[in-house]
């Protein structure tokens, strides 16, 4: 079979949706028309604006007097500027205006909001394909909002906070800060001469290392606590000032961040041959018995140092009363109305897609297989599960599954372990047949 790069796949994609949806838009209840990954002049600009900004930090950096520290700090921020580019070249970042006025209605809101912090104005919400949940400052003035995000939300309260918290960061300058405290520690003479003295010794060097180490890290992690409490406050003060009456949702909102990478769904046997049954090949129940787990091998020793103390963030329930008691947030009320299904839905679908164009193949026809259960005459749906087990079949002719396809593991759900399990042992006759029957369905 001739090799197909993803970006071609979701072409094919797109187009055959768009040729589709005026036919079957009466016989379904939702037809979705994925994102577009291939909008040239939206990379293009996006590119010309991040370089622009980027160029007037890196410019700054020259008023810094100590070499070193510079040197550690331009090798770093061009590190962080060559990993964006890429991600942009690589269609990670879209644009789509069904999401843009999801978000720029909040944003637009806290910025009208928050006279008081005019630059503001000129920060941009970024929308990242990713594997989680999550949104993050990146500085310079951009926010990014990772897609599967807006489908883990509750409501449009709790995306308004997580947005607050993260262009707080912004305002407060956390993502340079952070930059600049690398590079100090990495170029300070304390630890410069604490590894020559290490490297020095005859005995001991490893057990002298990891003290080192964890003396950076636990440094680095409390730096990072305070600054998480930070956004915390200024993000409740801009979110307070744009939708007054609605505080309480700050402090649930906590809630949903700390249960938000959760898997609320699984696969049963009963969905794999509901899924991967056909009158050429039947369902075999032989191919979800595979039992790797019982005899994965991992470490339960205990770390030098206890991994629950490393976190980036601190505890959310913990952060949630830290900031109820300084604010006197009263806890109470209904919730507001949740997210709207359309939202949600969108966002689910693109999530796949988004997996898709990160060549994460496994995981990205492992969440279409959870929608493909509760919707399994959904034509999209159909054709990721295609797309994703061509690409998968290429990656076992050329013995490649590990780039795409997870290993079991203990820490993972016992539902993806076993459709990990059962991906392995597909034979390649058994896995041209499943492709054949998904493309029946397109």
Avoid at 363 to 376: E, G, Q, V
């Amino acid at each position: 079979m001739a090799k197909t790069n993803p970006q071609a796949m979701i072409k094919k994609i797109i187009t055959l949706l768009c040729g589709i949806f005026s036919i079957t838009c009466i016989a379904q209840s939702y037809i979705h028309i994925p994102v577009d990954t291939l909008n040239i002049a939206y990379r293009s600009n996006l590119k010309l604006l991040y370089k622009d900004r980027a160029a007037h930090t890196m410019a700054s950096y020259n008023t810094f007097m100590d070499k070193n520290f510079r040197k550690i700090l331009i090798e770093s921020y061009t590190e962080i500027n060559t990993e964006f580019i890429e991600k942009v070249n690589n269609g990670l970042f879209v644009q789509d205006a069904f999401y843009d006025e999801q978000l720029n209605s909040l944003f637009q809101q806290i910025v009208k909001a928050n006279p008081q912090y005019s630059e503001l104005a000129s920060i941009r919400i970024l929308l990242s394909f990713a594997e989680l949940p999550n949104a993050y400052a990146m500085g310079d003035g951009f926010v990014v909002v990772q897609l599967p995000l807006l489908a883990n939300v509750n409501n449009r309260y709790e995306l308004a906070y997580i947005l607050c918290h993260e262009l707080a960061h912004n305002l407060l300058n956390h993502p340079q800060g952070g930059l600049q405290e690398y590079a100090r520690l990495n170029s300070s003479k304390e630890i410069k001469k604490k590894t020559r003295e290490i490297e020095k010794k005859k005995y001991n060097k490893a057990q002298d290392a990891s003290g080192l180490y964890k003396t950076i890290v636990y440094s680095n992690r409390k730096r990072h606590r305070g600054v998480e409490y930070q956004a915390d406050s200024l993000g409740y003060v801009l979110y307070k000032n744009a939708f007054p009456g609605n505080e309480g949702v700050v402090i649930k909102s906590f809630t949903t961040l700390n249960e938000m990478d959760r898997e609320r769904d699984s696969l049963e046997p009963a969905d794999y041959e509901k899924l991967f049954s056909s009158e050429k090949q039947p369902f075999k129940p032989e191919w979800i018995l595979g039992d790797e787990i019982s005899g994965y091998k991992y470490d339960k020793t205990p770390k030098f140092w206890q991994i629950d103390s490393l976190k980036t963030h601190p505890n959310c329930l913990d952060r949630a009363q830290r900031l109820q008691k300084m604010f006197a947030i009263a806890n109470t009320g209904a919730l507001p109305e949740s997210i709207s299904a359309e939202l949600k839905t969108r966002a689910q679908y693109d999530a796949v897609m988004g997996l898709y164009v990160m060549k994460e193949y496994g995981k990205s026809l492992y969440k279409t297989l959870l929608l493909l259960k509760a919707n399994p005459d959904d034509k999209y749906l159909a054709q990721m599960v295609h797309a994703n087990l061509v690409k998968l079949q290429e990656a076992q002719k050329n013995y490649t599954m590990n780039k795409y396809v997870d290993n079991v593991n203990p820490g993972y759900s016992n539902s993806y372990n076993m459709f990990l399990s059962f991906l392995r042992q597909l034979r390649k006759s058994e896995i041209s047949n499943i492709i054949n029957q998904y493309q029946s369905k397109i």
